[in-house]
């Protein structure tokens, strides 16, 4: 991760435990998607459909099970930016320990529902955030 990362703290919710007693593996899909939309308010100052992203690609490695009553963390930073498309990679931590590992890429859409490229003042307010250069 790089050392300017977002972390959004997030509660397990009983919702979220499956019969097995720990959160179920789609759920950790859940804790990403909150955590992308937190660093898309905080450091774009807009909403995730403003002009509108779509998730194209997603990984998840999963390390530890996560338990009713932990509380999670997911870190997260953008690794790159492309012509319409923004790669982040995530951490999913709890009690101090990896969780998972994910990676996802979103990309912008126009009025059209087609990729549009993504605005020049996203690129340079990601970059700022992150600290280097993407």
Not at 36 to 51: A, H, K, N, Q, S
Not at 84 to 94: F, K
Not at 96 to 103: C, F, N, R, V
């Amino acid at each position: 991760m790089t050392a300017h990362e977002t972390e959004v703290e997030l509660p397990v919710r009983y919702r979220d435990i499956d019969t097995l007693g720990h959160v179920n593996n789609a759920v950790y899909v859940t804790y990403l998607e909150q955590a992308r939309v937190e660093y898309i308010r905080e450091v774009l100052g807009t909403t995730p459909d403003d002009p509108g992203f779509v998730v194209a690609h997603i990984s998840v490695d999963y390390e530890r099970a996560i338990g009713l009553g932990e509380t999670v963390v997911v870190a997260l930073g953008v690794t790159g930016i492309g012509q319409s498309s923004v790669t982040m990679e995530y951490e999913i931590r709890t009690d101090g320990a990896l969780a998972a590992t994910a990676e996802t890429t979103i990309v912008a859409l126009g009025e059209t529902g087609d990729p549009t490229p993504i605005p020049e003042g996203w690129r340079e307010r990601i970059t700022a955030h992150e600290g280097r250069t993407l």
